[in-house]
């Protein structure tokens, strides 16, 4: 991964907005937002103060945020095991802020966000980076092991994981957990998708097993599981002693997240079980619907149970196994924008696939694969 002067998401949102494509590219909804949060918004907006909450969040918040883990995840938390912070992105900052020390090492797992690696480098941490097996996307517990060394002070794993939307299982979580205890290593896990699981696979948290429990960070994000990605509020979830870790360094990031948002988010978070069924049945026929479009018109997806986003493969759709050259032939000639799965390696890269996003009305997934379906014509 080159530092690029700007993500592979803002790079590929602006040629959206250059040639008039449809945005299947950075991950956010085109749907009507959910009126329960806005309404929540407006009348904290105008009924709380407006000014510097507590440093790690307001009570409400927090506390919010371990009952929603306990009633969706049977994990047992309390408000001491949570830092409200300014999304999610901000809740990884301030988690390998406080973890990593120079010449650390850390193992990233491959395909990554973009923003683990430059954090990790920011403190001076040395990356040692394995890689998902696709197209499973298994996590290669022998590379795992091998990549142990007596400089590794910890993990970042990602489930489900962007961009390819597969999920860690807890016989997965337990071998890294008896690999974090024999090493005294940290798991710093990236949950954000954690409400986005549409094929009924178990969504399972480094905090859930034993071995892990007082070693692990979960970071969520309200933008994620509400619809709104601009609310940039989120959280890290762990032992109470790293909990306030990490709030000693969210302290110098951002200091405190909007008031309003984290109220809203607080009321949000309470919503009866039925919301959140009906949001992720929404969702899930938007995802059925841009993968029968794509399989009618002869692509092959591969499978993914959580996420805003498809996996296109490439060669199996009869496409160049070249990504990145793709995705700016796709947003120009084609008209819709993609993110290249290759632009999630630091090393390395696989190039045989396209991240699509799903999350827009039904309409604009079927003009997208009609577009799609036409270009494609010309691989005969
Ligand atoms: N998380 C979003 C995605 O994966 C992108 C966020 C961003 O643009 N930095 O598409």
Same mark, same amino acid.
């Given at each position: 991964m080159k530092a690029?002067a700007?993500?592979i998401?803002e790079h590929?949102?602006?040629?959206a907005?250059e040639?008039?494509?449809i945005n299947l590219?950075?991950?956010f909804?085109?749907?009507?937002e959910p009126?329960e949060?806005?309404a929540a918004a407006q009348a904290?907006?105008?009924?709380?103060?407006?000014?510097?909450?507590?440093?790690r969040?307001?009570?409400e918040?927090?506390?919010a945020?371990a009952?929603?883990y306990?009633?969706?995840?049977g994990?047992n938390?309390?408000?001491?095991n949570?830092?409200a912070?300014?999304g999610?992105?901000?809740?990884?900052? /301030?988690?390998?802020f406080?973890?990593?020390?120079?010449?650390?090492?850390v193992?990233l797992?491959?395909?990554?966000y973009?923003?683990y690696l430059?954090?990790v480098q920011?403190?001076?941490?040395?990356?040692?980076?394995?890689?998902?097996?696709?197209?499973?996307?298994?996590?290669?517990?022998?590379?795992?092991?091998?990549?142990?060394g007596?400089?590794?002070?910890?993990?970042?794993?990602?489930t489900p994981?962007n961009?390819v939307g597969?999920?860690?299982t807890?016989?997965?979580?337990e /071998?890294v957990?008896?690999l974090?205890?024999?090493h005294?290593l940290?798991?710093?896990?990236d949950?954000?998708?954690?409400?986005?699981?549409?094929d009924?696979?178990?969504?399972v948290?480094?905090?859930?097993?034993p071995t892990?429990?007082?070693r692990?960070?979960?970071v969520?994000?309200a933008?994620?599981?509400?619809?709104m990605?601009g609310w940039?509020?989120g959280?890290?979830v762990?032992?109470?002693d790293?909990a306030a870790?990490?709030?000693a360094r969210?302290?110098?990031?951002?200091?405190?997240t909007p008031?309003?948002?984290q109220?809203?988010a607080?009321e949000?978070?309470a919503l &009866?079980?039925?919301w959140?069924?009906?949001?992720r049945a929404?969702?899930?026929g938007?995802k /059925?619907?841009?993968?029968?479009g794509?399989?009618?018109?002869?692509?092959?997806?591969l &499978?993914?149970s959580?996420?805003w986003f498809i996996?296109v493969d490439l060669?199996a759709s009869?496409? &160049?196994?070249?990504?990145?050259?793709?995705?700016?032939?796709?947003?120009?000639?084609?008209g819709?924008?993609?993110?290249p799965v290759?632009?999630f390696?630091a090393?390395?890269p696989?190039?045989?696939?396209l991240?699509?996003c799903f999350?827009?009305?039904?309409?604009?997934?079927d003009e997208a694969?009609?577009r799609l /379906?036409?270009f494609?014509?010309?691989?005969g």
């Open positions: 690029p700007t993500t998401f590929m949102s602006g040629l907005r040639f008039g494509a590219g950075q991950g909804p085109e749907l009507p009126p949060l806005i904290a907006l105008a009924g709380h103060s407006n000014q510097y909450p507590p440093m969040g307001i009570p918040l927090r506390s945020v009952h929603y306990g009633r969706t995840q994990l938390l309390s408000a001491d949570v830092v912070t300014s999610g992105t901000e809740a990884l900052a /301030a988690s390998l406080a973890l990593v020390a120079p010449d650390d090492e193992i797992v491959q395909p990554l973009d923003a430059p954090l920011w403190v001076g941490g040395v990356a040692k980076v394995i890689s998902l097996t696709p197209p499973e996307w298994t996590l290669p517990l022998d590379a795992l092991a091998a990549a142990i007596p400089k590794t002070r910890g993990i970042v794993l990602n994981n961009p597969t999920m860690l807890r016989a997965e979580l /071998a957990g008896a974090a205890q024999a005294d940290w798991v710093l896990c949950e954000v998708w954690e409400a986005m699981v549409f009924g696979t178990e969504h948290s480094p905090l859930a097993i892990l429990a007082s692990a960070i979960k969520g994000s933008g994620k599981i509400f619809s990605t940039k509020v959280w890290a762990a032992a109470p790293l870790r990490i709030a969210h302290q110098f990031l951002t200091f405190t008031p309003a948002l109220w809203a607080a949000g978070l &009866p079980d039925s959140f069924d009906a949001q929404r969702y899930a938007l /059925a619907r841009l993968v029968h794509l399989e009618a018109a002869g692509f092959k997806v &499978p993914g959580g996420t996996t060669a009869g496409l &160049p196994a070249d990504d990145a050259a793709l995705a700016e032939r796709l947003v120009r000639e084609a819709v924008a993609s993110i290759s632009a390696y090393e390395a696989e190039t045989g696939y991240r699509l999350t827009k009305e039904e309409v604009v997934l694969v009609a /379906a036409r494609r014509e010309q691989f």
